[in-house]
């Protein structure tokens, strides 16, 4: 019988080298090379995530990545990197990884709260706990993602978060990921939040690179919330250069009686892919996943989603908002499952998109896998222009074009924004939206000169 082997593209054959060459040095005991080996193997066999894959057919990396760039190795805290930190106006505890490596001298240690821990990833991949491949590993829902095995194979660090039972905080836990952007490098990192019983926090994760060099990006964030918590994620993915690609995966399990919600902000960052996997551990829990991409020139956002009810009594809500122009690409993938067993279950899932050009386009694939019979789901996706009728009454009041374009895409963009409850991640984020679309009007004026 003859033996079919696949043929490899020059950016599988160099990261299946990187990783021979790495592996020996990557952190962990025993049960993480395993957990790594079994990572690498799979991505082996799969290869590089390409069209044919249907949770990736708008999305083909395999084209996207003609090759792998260098394994980015240690901290490169430049001048750049310093000035992208102090110019970031979020306050709250402040981690910071380089060039996928944690950066304790570019952190606040020294103003960690009482009943949270904080250490490198690098240093609890080697701690004796014995439940630590169970949480790097995530729902089970995103075991046999591609992109999520590469980056369980090589990342290199990250920081790893415990929050104590019944801590409430006032300020976010903001994990500032910088790439610093001196040469083209690839970074592989994870992250992981664990948050106690009845504790209340929010994440934030910024993603930028301060150099000009197009980096390719493979980020991932654990997070766990323990029964009757209260958690709020937050991930903006700005200011990267336009050949930039990266997969930002999120892995989120959600205890009983919880509420878990996540916003992401994609603008100005070249190709990203998004991936939330998400799973109901406990009954009578609430989750919200939104977000707004703001998308120009020939930018690509793909939004791909698994939500899993493994139990009753669960809610969930998808809203994400995309503003695409130029000749940019928008996709949102959302798959919502109800096991059996996961009676009463309430979900909602939508997508809407603005295209403010022909050359624009926006891609939907909502889906629903419903095995239950006592529940309330539903889904809808509109792709639209800007609204003439709301143009014309702004207009009418002598506003230019371009600035009455802008308030009505800012209001549309708010809706999604307008469900982050910290008063000032909410202004951080209504702010990037605010300077995109006002760089949008200013150039609408210079063509119409």
């Known amino acids: 019988m003859a033996i079919v082997t696949p043929l490899k593209t020059a950016a599988e054959q160099q990261l299946a080298q990187q990783y021979a060459d790495a592996k020996a040095e990557l952190p962990g005991g025993p049960a993480v090379r395993k957990l790594r080996e079994d990572a690498f193997a799979g991505f082996e066999a799969k290869g590089l ?48 990884l380089v060039d996928g490596v944690f950066a304790a001298e570019l952190s606040d240690l020294d103003g960690i709260p009482e009943g949270v821990s904080v250490q490198s990833l690098a240093d609890a991949l080697v701690s004796p706990r014995e439940d630590l491949t169970r949480i790097l590993s995530g729902p089970s829902v995103g075991a046999d993602d591609t992109g ?21 905080l006032a300020k976010p836990v903001v994990i500032v990921s910088l790439s610093s952007g001196v040469e083209e490098r690839s ?35 654990v997070i766990e919330t323990g029964d009757g918590s209260e958690i709020q994620h937050i991930r903006l993915v700005t200011r990267q250069a336009a050949a930039s690609v990266q997969v930002q995966s999120l892995l989120a399990t959600i205890g009983a009686q919880a509420k878990f919600d996540s916003f992401a902000l994609v603008c100005n960052a070249g190709t990203v892919r998004q991936q939330h996997f998400v799973r109901y551990a406990g009954e009578h829990s609430e989750m919200g996943l939104r977000g707004v991409n703001l998308l120009g020139g020939s930018e690509h956002s793909d939004v791909t989603l698994v939500v899993d009810h493994e139990v009753p009594h669960g809610t969930s809500r998808e809203l994400f908002k995309s503003i695409i122009g130029g000749e940019a690409t928008g996709v949102f993938q959302g798959k919502v499952i109800v096991r059996p067993h996961a009676q009463k279950t309430d979900g909602g899932m939508k997508s809407n998109a603005l295209l403010l050009n022909e050359g624009a386009s926006m891609f939907n694939k909502p889906e629903l896998e419903i095995f239950a019979d006592d529940v309330v789901c ?22 230019p074009r371009p600035q009455a374009e802008a308030l009505v895409l800012q209001a549309f963009a708010g809706e999604a924004a307008e469900f982050i409850a910290d008063e000032s991640v909410r202004e951080l984020v209504m702010s990037e939206v605010e300077a995109w679309l006002a760089a949008r009007e200013a150039n609408s004026q210079v063509s119409t000169v």
């Open 187 to 221: 970074v592989f990192h994870r992250s992981a939040v664990l948050a106690g019983a009845e504790s209340k926090a929010t994440v934030v994760e910024v993603s930028e690179t301060a150099g000009d060099a197009a980096q390719q990006i493979n980020g991932a964030i």
């Open 378 to 399: 539903g889904h809808g996706a509109t792709v639209a222009q800007i609204d003439g009728d709301q143009l014309f009454y702004l207009m009418a009041r002598g506003l």
């Open 49 to 96: 995530p390409h069209r044919r894959l249907e949770s990736w057919r708008y999305t083909d990396l395999r084209t996207l990545l003609r090759e792998a760039r260098p394994l980015a190795d240690g901290v490169k805290a430049t001048d750049a990197v310093k000035a992208r930190l102090a110019a970031l106006k979020l306050d709250g505890l402040r981690l910071v």
């Open 148 to 168: 999520l095995m590469l980056n369980t194979a090589l990342m290199r660090d990250g920081v790893f978060v415990e929050i104590a039972d019944g801590v409430e």
